[in-house]
């Protein structure tokens, strides 16, 4: 079984139905120095695409296999693999896509 993640239909969504063009230029001053030009947004649904095809796709088959395991009220393990994923996303940044680049 393989993923195939959508993005012709992500691309639909945020340029046809959400308009996102159009809904920063209607927020006007606050994010005038909002970096998140359509170009900026082509670029992040592309590497979204990469990181999905390339790290978390292969962990569909381990984690139906294996499965996440609580431990105890504070430990839950995940499958093989999932930490070294989050620790790719991490080190790419995608936990800071939402804040200021300083």
């Keep these: 079984r393989e ?13 046809e139905v959400h ?3 159009k809904h920063y230029d209607a927020l006007g001053p606050l994010f ?4 998140a030009d359509m170009d900026t947004v082509d670029m992040v649904v ?3 695409v990469k990181l999905c095809h390339n790290e978390l796709e292969p962990l569909n088959q381990i984690a139906d296999t294996e499965g ?6 504070y430990t839950t393990t995940t499958p ?5 994923a989050y620790d790719i996303y991490v ?12």
């Design 46 to 48: 592309d590497e979204t």
């Design 80 to 84: 093989k693999g999932f930490k070294e």
């Design 32 to 35: 005038e120095d909002c970096q």
């Design 19 to 21: 308009e996102f063009d």
């Design 91 to 102: 080190e790419s940044g995608w936990q800071g896509l939402s804040f200021p680049p300083e």
């Design 3 to 15: 993923y195939v993640v959508p993005q012709r239909e992500m691309n639909f969504m945020i340029k």
């Design 68 to 73: 996440c395991v609580w431990k105890d009220e």
